[in-house]
């Protein structure tokens, strides 16, 4: 069994910059493609950034050129790097692990933009 636990969030003003945290505790953090999605109030849950295990990122086109997945295997951790923020960036903010066998979700951090 693997937890993820973000870290990160907080209020911050609009065209500023905040990094997210994904702390991975077990033995397979190598091994899973990770992800950043994030749910605003009353919409559903959306990608927003992934990370393969080879490396390969891909970002959703709102996030593109503000945002940057990265991850560090050693550390088992995953980090977003969050630029240039707007108001409608404001959302929980959550961690995903997966690969053909696991599903691990984090438990959230908020963002919050405004000024």
């Known amino acids: 069994q693997m937890q993820l636990v973000e870290s990160g969030g907080g209020l911050v003003q609009p065209g500023g910059s905040l990094t997210l945290s994904c702390a991975a505790s077990?033995?397979?953090?190598?091994?899973?493609?990770m992800a950043w999605y994030r749910q605003a109030p009353g919409k559903q849950r959306d990608l927003v950034a992934q990370i393969t295990i080879g490396g390969i990122t891909n970002y959703v086109d709102s996030v593109k050129g503000r945002f940057t997945i990265s991850r560090d295997n050693a550390k088992n951790a995953v980090g977003l790097q969050m630029n240039s923020l707007k108001p409608e960036d404001t959302a929980v903010y959550y961690c995903?692990?997966?690969?053909?066998?696991?599903?691990?979700w984090g438990q959230g951090t908020q963002v919050t933009v405004s000024s």
């Open positions: 077990g033995s397979i953090f190598s091994t899973l493609h």
């Open positions: 995903r692990g997966t690969n053909n066998r696991y599903n691990y």
